[in-house]
C-alpha cells in the first residue's frame, strides 16, 4: 500500500522560505515518479515540480523556476520542496504525489499540507 505524507506547511512573508516534506512509503525510488502540485482556493490544480527518480530528472514549472527546489533522499524515502522568495500567488495547498512511471496518471495523493504567504 503506498502512502505519502505532507508535513512543512504553515504561513511565511513575502521573500520568505518554506520547505516542504513528503515522506513515501510502498513505493519505491527506482521506478518511482513523484512531484508536488498545488492547489489556490478556486483553482485547478497544477503542477510544481516532478522527478523522475530513477533518472534524476526534475521538471519545474515557469512559476516556481529558480524559487524552489525538488530534492530526494533515497534512504530516506523522502521528498522535499525548498521553497524560497515566496510571493502571494504561492499560496494554496501543496500535495505530494506519486506514480509508477509507466503509469500515465498520477496515482497516489497525500492529503495535502497548507501554504500561505502574506505581504
Known amino acids: 500500500q503506498v502512502r505519502l505524507v505532507e508535513s512543512g506547511g504553515g504561513s511565511a512573508q513575502v521573500g520568505g522560505s518554506l520547505t516542504l516534506s513528503c515522506a513515501a512509503s510502498g513505493i519505491g525510488p527506482s521506478s518511482a515518479c513523484m512531484g508536488w502540485f498545488r492547489q489556490a482556493a478556486g483553482e485547478e490544480r497544477e503542477r510544481v515540480a516532478v522527478v523522475y527518480w530513477g533518472e534524476n530528472t526534475v521538471f519545474y514549472e515557469d512559476s516556481v523556476k529558480g524559487r524552489f527546489t525538488l530534492t530526494q533522499d533515497n534512504a530516506k524515502n523522502t521528498l522535499y520542496l525548498q521553497m524560497n522568495s515566496l510571493k502571494p500567488e504561492d499560496t494554496g495547498v501543496y500535495y505530494c504525489?506519486?506514480?509508477?512511471?509507466?503509469?500515465?496518471?498520477?496515482?497516489?495523493w497525500g492529503q495535502g499540507t497548507e501554504v500561505t504567504v502574506s505581504s
Open positions: 504525489a506519486a506514480r509508477q512511471c509507466s503509469a500515465l496518471a498520477w496515482t497516489y
